[in-house]
C-alpha cells in the first residue's frame, strides 16, 4: 500500500504564494509518476502539473503554467507545488497523485490513471 499526505494549505491574498508539500510512504516503485490536482465544488478534479521519475521535467495545465512549479525533494522523499501569483480563481482542494510506471506526457493529464491519492489540502484565495 502506499499513503500520500498533503500539506501547506491555507489562506493568501491575491498575488501572493503558496508552497505544498506532498510525501508518500509504504510500497515504492522503480518508475512512478506524480501529479498536482485541483478541484472546485461541483468541478471535475483537474492536473495542474505532473512529473515522472525518469525525468526532472515537469508538465502544466496551460491554466496555471508560468504560476506553478512542480519539483522533487529527495532529502524529504517529498514533491512541492509552488504556486505564484495566485488569483481567487485558484480557490480549490489541491490534491496529489500518484501511479508506478512512467505516463506519456498525454495521459499525465488524465486523473482517472493515478492510483493513489492524498486527501487534499485547501488553498483559498482572497482578500
Known amino acids: 500500500q502506499v499513503q500520500v499526505e498533503e500539506s501547506g494549505g491555507g489562506l493568501v491574498q491575491p498575488g501572493g504564494s503558496l508552497r505544498l508539500s506532498c510525501v508518500a510512504s509504504g510500497r515504492t516503485f522503480d518508475t512512478w509518476t506524480m501529479a498536482w490536482l485541483r478541484q472546485a465544488p461541483g468541478k471535475e478534479r483537474e492536473v495542474v502539473g505532473a512529473i515522472r521519475q525518469s525525468s526532472s521535467r515537469a508538465y502544466y495545465t496551460n491554466s496555471m503554467k508560468g504560476r506553478v512549479t512542480i519539483s522533487r525533494d529527495r532529502a524529504k522523499k517529498s514533491w512541492i507545488l509552488q504556486m505564484d501569483r495566485l488569483e481567487p480563481e485558484d480557490t480549490d482542494v489541491y490534491y496529489c497523485?500518484?501511479?508506478?510506471?512512467?505516463?506519456?506526457?498525454?495521459?499525465?493529464?488524465?486523473?482517472?490513471?493515478?492510483?493513489?491519492w492524498g486527501q487534499g489540502t485547501q488553498v483559498t484565495v482572497s482578500s
Open positions: 497523485a500518484g501511479r508506478s510506471g512512467l505516463l506519456i506526457v498525454g495521459s499525465m493529464f488524465d486523473p482517472q490513471h493515478y492510483d493513489y
